[in-house]
């Protein structure tokens, strides 16, 4: 009778154990995802290189890093000063520990990625901004990289694209990430009134501070599908005015409607279309 | 006083309001209406007027002071044709070669559905690069409350300066202790880490000037004011044109601190 017993199996935990670890089951790190336009189970593989719903045409956020591997050539892109780091200039409460926490669960130095690469041959400097970092917002950092990213591009006569995503002018540097707003628009303002070009393409979600500086300076303007683009954000409209807001209400396809964009280009599309108006654009090409 | 009593000052009823500034400051003002584009905005009062015998484009917020006309004038929070009647008026400055004087009083830009609609967004960021190249001196004055992109917008200028009792924000203190405390009640301590008293602007050489209050007597203010004004428009409108554009490039290109 004995060897057909059952006995119940160690269980580590019941002893508790602190050398315990439990082992992870043999499943990589997010195999499914919901998605949050059909609101449907997605194996992530399906969502290829370009991440989108394979159901819907969802576009799931990229990492900055993602984007620019994405849209240049492969080992075209050169990072620019990469090193630079936020600082509490204004002694905020808690500012330090989050932006430790940022450089630490997004691998990244600030909420922006500046550098210069190709496009399908086309030389052109590049910007992304990414979620991953307090929301993509916009501190003296990301102000100074812009900034100097455009004045490269002024001074070597290229052109800029853009990929904006973010929250806004950054709360913990108060009046000080305000003013990279103004910052930046002189430095677009030089780079256009020399007839270089600025391709903005505005990713989910691109509001405050961003959309009311060089996010609406392009001199075309696209936009990814379904991205949030607006001053304020939803919520703050909502409470403001207590009205409920219209369907698909600050969606790219919204301000196109509005005439606020150029256009709206899915992800797949996005290298060759750019390319192409670099092309348009070369000054070769006159 | 702290931070909040200063919020507080600024917001306060019966502080004067952007027609003060300009009834007491100029002669021969005339106020001129709309964008051209889709209408006029009435928490924006812009047009021309004399200072001394000095031609000029006065622009300014105004926040209204009966209930009747807070409503009317949306309580100073400008919508996008605000925003593009000032540009307008500054674009016609530059072609007479006027200085541009812009009075800023507001919570910030308006944030509703209509804003958004025409572009709330666009019309700010297009008046930041257009104010950056305008070819005339411009001097902003921060009267009372100085909120946010909204408040930019009339203050990319070759000077700022402060009354003793303005506020300069990135967000109001409402909305930073929302967000950072989950709490409204944490109004003071949100307004003392935003840094927005004058003194602190001065201190980050975000402004150059504050205007003091001298205990509320705005006669005097008005007056030291304009000697100010005229004193230093003329002394801008002597620069050639590349100086004053490059001086007002580089008064915000140095402006962020970071380590590398």
């Not at chain 2, 005229?230 to 601190?257: D, H, M, S």
Request: hydrophobic share 40%; charged share 25%; proline share 5%.
């Amino acid at each position: 009778m004995d060897k057909f017993s059952f006995k119940k199996t160690r269980n580590p935990l019941e002893f508790s154990d602190p050398s315990f670890q439990p082992r992870s089951p043999a499943i990589p790190e997010k195999l499914c995802i919901k998605c949050p336009g059909c609101s449907g189970i997605v194996f992530t593989e399906e969502t290829g290189p370009f991440k989108i719903c394979p159901k819907c045409g969802y576009h799931f956020r990229l990492s900055a890093k993602e984007r620019i591997d994405l849209i240049s050539d492969e080992g075209s892109f050169e990072e620019h000063d990469a090193n630079m780091l936020s600082r509490n200039i204004l002694g905020f409460p808690g500012y330090d520990a989050k932006l430790n926490s940022a450089r630490i669960s997004s691998r990244l130095k600030e909420a922006v990625i500046t550098g210069k690469g190709k496009i399908m041959g086309q030389h052109s400097y590049i910007f992304a901004m990414d979620a991953g970092f307090m929301m993509g917002s916009m501190g003296s950092v990301v102000g100074e990289k812009i900034t100097r990213l455009f004045e490269r591009a002024t001074d070597e006569k290229l052109p800029v694209i853009g990929f904006t995503l973010s929250g806004g002018a950054r709360m913990q540097e108060g009046t000080v990430s305000l003013m990279q707003m103004a910052k930046v628009s002189g430095a677009v303002k030089r780079h256009s009134d020399k007839g270089n070009l600025y391709i903005a393409v505005l990713t989910h979600p691109t509001t405050g501070g961003v959309t009311a500086s060089f996010a609406m300076e392009g001199d075309i303007i696209l936009a990814e599908p379904k991205a949030l683009i607006g001053f304020a954000g939803p919520r703050v409209i909502e409470q403001t005015t207590r009205q409920k807001l219209p369907e698909g209400f600050q969606r790219a396809e919204f301000l196109l409607n509005k005439g606020f964009i150029d256009d709206i280009v899915p992800r797949p599309r996005q290298k060759e279309y750019l390319a192409k108006l670099l092309m348009l654009h070369s000054r070769g090409a006159e | 006083m702290d931070a909040y009593q200063r919020v507080q000052a600024a917001r306060k009823m019966g502080r004067p309001t952007g027609t003060d500034y300009i009834s007491n400051i100029f002669s021969d003002f005339f106020e001129f209406h709309g964008d051209r584009r889709f209408g006029d905005d009435p928490a924006i009062i812009a047009g021309i007027a004399r200072l001394d015998d000095m031609p000029v484009t006065v622009i300014a917020h105004e926040k209204g002071k009966t209930t009747k006309e807070k409503v009317l004038r949306n309580f100073g929070m400008a919508h996008p044709e605000g925003y593009r009647k000032a540009l307008r008026l500054m674009k016609q400055a530059e072609k007479f070669g006027r200085p541009v004087i812009c009075f800023v009083d507001t919570a910030g830009a308006d944030c509703g559905i209509a804003a958004e609609e025409r572009g709330q967004g666009q019309a700010i960021a297009e008046n930041l690069m257009e104010m950056m190249a305008l070819k005339v001196p411009i001097i902003s004055v921060l009267i009372g409350e100085g909120g946010s992109g909204g408040a930019l917008a009339l203050a990319v200028a070759d000077q700022v300066w402060m009354l003793e009792n303005a506020v300069y924000s990135v967000i109001s203190p409402e909305g930073c202790a929302s967000i950072l405390w989950k709490s409204p009640t944490k109004v003071k301590n949100a307004s003392e880490a935003l840094k927005l008293t004058a003194e602190d602007m001065l201190g980050l050489k975000i402004i150059e000037r504050i205007i003091p209050e001298n205990f509320g007597d705005f006669d005097w203010v008005y007056a030291t004011l304009k000697g100010l004004l005229y004193e230093t428009l003329a002394g801008l409108k002597g620069l050639p044109v590349e100086t004053l554009l490059q001086n007002r490039y580089e008064r915000f290109r140095r402006i962020g601190e970071y380590s590398e």
